[in-house]
Every structure is written in C-alpha cells, then in structure tokens.
Nanobody, 129 residues
Framework: QVHLVESGGGLVQAGGSLRLSCAASGRTFSRYAMGWFRQAPGKEREVVAAISWSGGYTYYADSVKGRFTISRDNAKNTVYLQMNSLKPENTAVFYC??????????????????????WGQGTQVTVSS
C-alpha cells in the first residue's frame, strides 16, 4: 500500500476556491490510479473525481463537472483537486485514495469506494453561505 496525506482544506465562502493536495509515499506513485472522495455528515462516502495513473484520463461526478479539476504530478508524487465556485453543499471531509494498476493500464480510473485499497486521513472543507 501507499501512504497518503491530504492537505489544503479549510473554511471558504460560497463562490470561493480551494486546492487540495494529496502527497503519496511508500511505493511507485505513478503506478497508482487516484481518486478524490468526500463524505458529508450522515452520508456515505462518494466519489468526486478520479484520474488514471498516466493523468490522461479523468472522471468527475456530475455535481462538480466544470467546477472541479483533478490533476497529478507523478514527479512530485502528488495529486491535486482544484475546487472553484464552491457551494455550501460541498462541505465535507475530502479523502484521496489510491489503487495499484498495471503499468500498461494507462487509461483506467475508478470511481467506487471498494475499488481503492489505500486512503488518506481526510481534510475538512467547509463552505459558508
């Protein structure tokens, strides 16, 4: 497994922006498909965005399309989530997750909780109205 640490959460007003980072260590980061998930109080953890290990393929939940952008820098072992036009309903704990993939599997991304086997501790994002 790979060790993941999220950062960049905080309190922001509606309409504002935040950039989350997830730093990975322990294994070859570039051989992991990555995902960002969120969990609001009383709700199940759900996918926000996902990215293939190559970075060339991405997935977004419908609710964040056009506002959030997932990216990765394999040289820095880091995946990012740029969040713009934030809304109060985006308030949640955000988690990054990793799944090992075959080196030849450049295009796969995964968007369910059970697809991932490594998780960060989460970072709180609070959007005030």
């Amino acid at each position: 497994q790979v060790h993941l640490v999220e950062s960049g959460g905080g309190l922001v007003q509606a309409g504002g922006s935040l950039r989350l980072s997830c730093a990975a260590s322990g294994r070859t980061f570039s051989r992991y498909a990555m995902g960002w998930f969120r969990q609001a109080p009383g709700k199940e953890r759900e996918v926000v965005a996902a990215i293939s290990w190559s970075g060339g393929y991405t997935y977004y939940a419908d609710s964040v399309k056009g506002r959030f952008t997932i990216s990765r820098d394999n040289a820095k072992n880091t995946v990012y989530l740029q969040m713009n036009s934030l809304k109060p309903e985006n308030t949640a704990v955000f988690y990054c997750a990793a799944r090992p993939v075959n080196i030849y599997d450049t295009g796969s991304y995964y968007y369910t909780v059970r697809d991932y086997d490594s998780w960060g501790q989460g970072t709180q994002v609070t959007v005030s109205s």
